[in-house]
């Protein structure tokens, strides 16, 4: 009898070990989120234009304005040998840096292309050249390309600012001087359309 009860409790034993094995296990278990936020992207321009000479009459009037994303300058009563200066600055209020992929100007009807990042080889300046190189370039476009020699004389300053690529907070200015000859017409009208666009930096292809 005793035989039997040792194996009858051998039995029992066996049979918890293995639905021990079978039921029991240890558990770890492992959980991953992620959470995924874009950026800004968003240049705020602003603009200041003054006299520079004669200032010693109230002749000639100067203003800039600006309404969402346009900028106007405008000269009232010019005549010879009146200077005026313009500023431009556009400021990266945006978290992604800003590329220039085209920069288009309209004058008399026409529409030249200043810089195509498509199209760099027919751009009149590249990211190629230096600051010096785009200013000269600017200017000789202004007073030998569209023919306005005659009446203006015309400086571009950048001051070392990058209009290339403007990383956030990042605020490039441009200065643009405007000398009127002695054979500026009289009641003459003149005005242009300048577009500048810009994309994310690694949508344009050459930063």
């Known amino acids: 009898?005793?035989?039997?009860?040792?194996?009858l409790f051998a039995v029992v034993m066996m049979a918890l070990m293995v639905a021990g094995f079978a039921y029991a296990h240890w558990t770890e278990t492992i959980t991953i989120s992620g959470t995924v936020t874009t950026g800004t992207f968003n240049l705020e321009p602003s603009a200041d234009i003054e006299i520079l000479s004669p200032t010693d009459k109230n002749v000639a009037t100067v203003s800039s304005d600006i309404t969402d994303?346009?900028?106007?300058?405008t000269i009232e009563n010019a005549f010879?040998?009146?200077?005026?200066?313009?500023?431009?600055?556009?400021?990266n209020d945006g978290s992604v840096p800003a590329g220039l992929y085209k920069w288009?100007?309209?004058?008399?009807?026409?529409?030249?292309?200043?810089?195509?990042a498509e199209n760099m080889g027919d751009s009149i300046i590249s990211p190629a050249m230096t600051e010096e190189e785009v200013e000269q370039a600017?200017?000789?476009y202004v007073e030998t390309t569209l023919g306005l020699g005659n009446y203006v004389e015309v400086e571009i300053d950048f001051e070392g600012s990058n209009f290339w690529q403007i990383d956030s907070c990042q605020e490039p200015h441009v200065y643009i001087t405007l000398h009127f000859l002695e054979d500026l017409p009289e009641g003459a009208?003149?005005?242009?359309?300048?577009?500048?666009?810009?994309?994310?930096w690694n949508e344009v292809g050459y930063l």
Do not use: Q
């Open 104 to 116: 288009t100007v309209t004058y008399d009807g026409t529409t030249v292309t200043i810089f195509d």
């Open 80 to 91: 010879p040998c009146l200077t005026v200066r313009a500023k431009f600055d556009l400021h």
């Open 138 to 140: 600017l200017k000789t």
């Open 1 to 7: 009898m005793k035989s039997k009860m040792v194996g």
């Open 69 to 73: 994303d346009t900028v106007s300058y």
């Open 189 to 200: 009208s003149c005005s242009f359309t300048m577009t500048l666009e810009y994309r994310n």
